[in-house]
């Protein structure tokens, strides 16, 4: 006699929100059908306008963050992905997206990760930042209320500075705006605002004075000196075909001490899709929200923080 297997429930998708300091951050939550005591993580965005889903009015509809959610969802995780404090649903949460620090998108991320052990029930949530996300995780980890530990994928491992002046110099096409780009990362290093008049207009969105404290107070850190001062867990997930960040980031996020768990996928790019090394041909991945989350991406995260902890 032939036997059916139960059908497996779909994710359970929630709208959620959480009380900033000046008003309402929200997310969307999505998880497991029994998703108490399921494992848990906070999706922290990258830089810029980067929405809950990882997409920006730059150009970027690649959808990562939710098709990771989606993918964590089908192996037993459960998730949230947050709008940033200012910006999108959650804008009433600051009167200006510019002036928000690295300690404040801390404080939200640990605001968030209470929100989600009270849901599903776990004992600690992780947090799960990807690019500038990785960073704000790091800024978080200081205070290890609630937390199972940390997921930095595609993080930068040196300050930003150093990351600018490599990404400009690494396009053959930006030469002609080195003489003012690099200056103006070197006063913003050094505390001070650089004055925009005259300045080649390709570069105005990187040095935008709206933005310029926001980049001298995320330049003031080191992410792999706040890696190595952390003593909980740590995952560190870097793609080979990353034109952002590279394997020496990863590494040098890995290497500050023992214990730090390193996985390199190869072919995976800053958007955390397949695609080669060729500059158009990855650049392209960014706006094809059809492409689907690489192989391995969502394995690696949530076979760790299901061995390391997270149900009960």
């Known amino acids: 006699m032939s036997t059916v297997s139960p059908a497996v429930s779909a994710p359970v998708e929630t709208f959620v929100e959480v009380q900033g300091?000046?008003?309402?951050?929200?997310?969307?939550?999505?998880?497991?059908?029994d998703a108490k005591g399921a494992p848990a993580?906070?999706?922290?965005?990258?830089?810029?306008?980067?929405?809950?889903?990882?997409?920006?009015?730059?150009?970027?509809?690649?959808?990562?963050?939710?098709?990771?959610?989606?993918?964590?969802?089908?192996?037993?995780?459960?998730?949230?992905?947050?709008?940033?404090?200012g910006m999108y649903a959650s804008a009433a949460a600051a009167p200006d997206a510019n002036k928000v620090t690295m300690a404040d998108y801390a404080a939200d991320a640990h605001a968030w990760a209470a929100m989600m052990r009270a849901r599903t029930d776990a004992?600690?949530?992780?947090?799960?930042?990807?690019?500038?996300?990785?960073?704000?995780?790091?800024?978080?980890?200081?205070?290890?209320?609630?937390?199972?530990?940390?997921?930095?994928?595609?993080?930068?491992?040196?300050?930003?500075?150093?990351?600018?002046?490599e990404q400009l110099k690494s396009n053959p096409a930006n030469a002609p705006l080195l003489a003012q780009a690099l200056p103006a990362i070197d006063k913003l290093e050094a505390g001070q605002h650089v004055d925009v008049t005259g300045m080649d207009p390709r570069l105005m969105p990187l040095f935008y004075p709206d933005v310029q404290g926001f980049l001298i107070d995320q330049m003031s850190y080191d992410p792999a000196k706040l890696a190595a001062a952390y003593n909980g867990l740590e995952l560190v997930v870097q793609?080979?075909?990353?034109?952002?960040?590279?394997?020496?980031?990863?590494?040098?996020?890995?290497?500050?001490?023992?214990?730090?768990?390193l996985v390199k996928l190869e072919g995976v790019n800053h958007v955390l899709k397949s695609a080669p090394q060729d500059r158009a041909?990855?650049?392209?991945?960014?706006?094809?929200?059809?492409?689907?989350?690489?192989?391995?991406?969502?394995?690696?995260?949530?076979?760790?923080?299901k061995e390391h902890g997270g149900r009960k």
């Open 21 to 33: 300091p000046s008003g309402v951050l929200k997310g969307t939550m999505l998880a497991p059908a």
């Open 41 to 85: 993580v906070v999706i922290i965005p990258g830089s810029g306008p980067t929405d809950r889903d990882g997409n920006s009015p730059m150009g970027l509809k690649a959808a990562p963050y939710r098709l990771l959610a989606e993918a964590l969802a089908g192996l037993g995780v459960a998730s949230v992905r947050i709008d940033k404090r």
């Open 123 to 165: 004992p600690c949530v992780w947090l799960l930042g990807h690019s500038e996300g990785s960073l704000v995780a790091l800024v978080a980890s200081k205070d290890t209320t609630d937390l199972c530990g940390l997921v930095l994928v595609s993080g930068a491992g040196r300050p930003l500075g150093q990351i600018l002046r």
């Open 239 to 261: 793609g080979t075909t990353d034109l952002q960040v590279t394997m020496v980031d990863a590494e040098r996020l890995a290497g500050g001490r023992s214990g730090v768990t």
């Open 281 to 305: 041909a990855n650049a392209a991945t960014y706006a094809d929200p059809s492409l689907p989350l690489a192989p391995g991406v969502a394995e690696a995260i949530a076979a760790f923080v």
